[in-house]
Nanobody, 115 residues
Framework: VQLVESGGGLVQPGGSLRLSCATS????????MSWYRQAPGKERELVAN????????NYASSVKGRFTISRDNAKNTVYLQMNSLKPEDTAIYYC?????????WGQGTQVTVSS
């Protein structure tokens, strides 16, 4: 099983980034896919998730209206479009896959929002 995040980096406040998580080794289309983040000294928190079929999404209140999660089941990839970024969005962003008791994680990608 592999989950590989990409797209992180340094961006100025108000800017945008698009994270990608390419996966392999499991039946992607049947898993709930999520993005979490962990800032220094803080616990990992859920940013957004998207169910396997139907595209129903859920967002943390802190990112609602600014971030958009999407998935491409043909490419086994989940995305996170992040707009209007704020310094408090600075964190390591992790991709996660969940189905019942099965859970897989990526290695994370750093997002830094700073002028």
């Amino acid at each position: 099983v592999q989950l590989v995040e990409s797209g992180g980096g340094l961006v100025q406040p108000g800017g945008s980034l698009r994270l990608s998580c390419a996966t392999s080794g499991f039946t992607f289309s049947s898993y709930v896919m999520s993005w979490y983040r962990q800032a220094p000294g803080k616990e990992r928190e859920l940013v957004a998730n998207i169910i396997s079929i139907g595209g129903i999404t859920n967002y943390a209140s802190s990112v609602k209206g600014r971030f958009t999660i999407s998935r491409d089941n043909a490419k086994n990839t989940v995305y996170l479009q992040m707009n209007s970024l704020k310094p408090e969005d600075t964190a390591i962003y992790y991709c996660g896959a969940t189905k019942g008791d099965s859970r897989y994680w990526g290695q994370g990608t750093q997002v830094t929002v700073s002028s």
